[in-house]
């Protein structure tokens, strides 16, 4: 069974400073990893994805995210935040398998609190 | 492209109803997948459909079911409403490709179950 753990609800930073939001993953074989963003009374947006190669994974908005194999973690980056990034995050997981692939499983959600 | 869109916005039930959901997908896009949010068990997997057939179920009890048409517009049916099927729900699009294998999801449904 696979699983996502996002550690923090609520994640605060100051506009310009840098933001971390926390995710890791347990997954059988390799994983195919996800970042979507919700606003209120939206949807979930798509934000980046991680299948094979690099790393570092460029998205939208100018958020990145860091693959860590054997930390099995995928955190969400952005050098320097603004207050409309204010959101819910979530991370989600599926096997890299065709099977299972559309399957996600989903962290808990991390709330980003960005102060002017 | 238009993007994922969900009919209706907002739903108010009562326990013991049916309802059913409706979605289409972005143009060309052949996978529908059914997401059930809630503030307790969070983001949950429904199920996904692709080319009219079920590919993928979540465990959900046998209450919850979905088809998809031959346009890839599909509908989700809950029978037998209870007060903990009240959520939003969710659902996504993808190009099943093995490269572009991303779900975008439309604004969702908001049923209340009184």
């Known amino acids: 069974a696979q699983s996502v753990a996002q550690p923090e609800d609520q994640v605060n930073v100051a506009e310009g400073n840098p933001l971390t939001v926390k995710c890791t993953y347990s997954?059988?074989?390799?994983?195919?990893l996800f970042w979507y963003v919700q606003y209120p009374n939206r949807g979930l947006q798509f934000l980046l994805k991680?299948?094979?190669?690099?790393?570092l994974v460029k998205g939208s908005y100018g958020f990145e995210a860091e693959f860590n194999k054997s930390q099995t973690s995928f955190h969400l980056k952005k050098p320097s935040a603004l207050v409309s990034d204010s959101a819910l995050y979530f991370c989600?997981?599926?096997?890299?398998?065709?099977?299972?692939?559309?399957?996600?499983?989903f962290g808990s959600g991390t709330r980003l609190q960005v102060q002017p | 492209k238009a993007g994922v869109t969900q009919t209706p916005r907002y739903l108010i039930k009562t326990r013991g109803q049916q309802v059913t959901l409706s979605c289409s997908p972005i143009?060309?896009?052949?996978?529908v997948s059914w997401y059930q949010q809630t503030p307790g068990q969070g983001l949950q997997f429904l199920f996904e459909?692709?080319?009219?057939?079920?590919?993928n179920k979540g465990n959900f009890p046998g209450r919850f079911s979905g088809r998809q048409f031959s346009n890839s517009r599909s509908e989700m049916n809950v029978s037998t409403l209870e007060l903990g099927d009240s959520a939003l729900y969710l659902c996504?699009?993808?190009?099943?490709?093995?490269?572009?294998?991303?779900?975008?999801f439309g604004p969702g449904t908001r049923l209340t179950v009184l």
């Open positions: 996504a699009s993808s190009l099943i490709n093995e490269f572009t294998d991303t779900q975008y």
């Open positions: 997954v059988s074989g390799n994983p195919y």
């Open positions: 991680y299948i094979t190669g690099d790393n």
């Open positions: 989600a997981v599926s096997p890299l398998m065709d099977t299972g692939r559309r399957a996600l499983t």
């Open positions: 143009s060309g896009h052949r996978s």
């Open positions: 459909y692709f080319s009219e057939t079920q590919r």
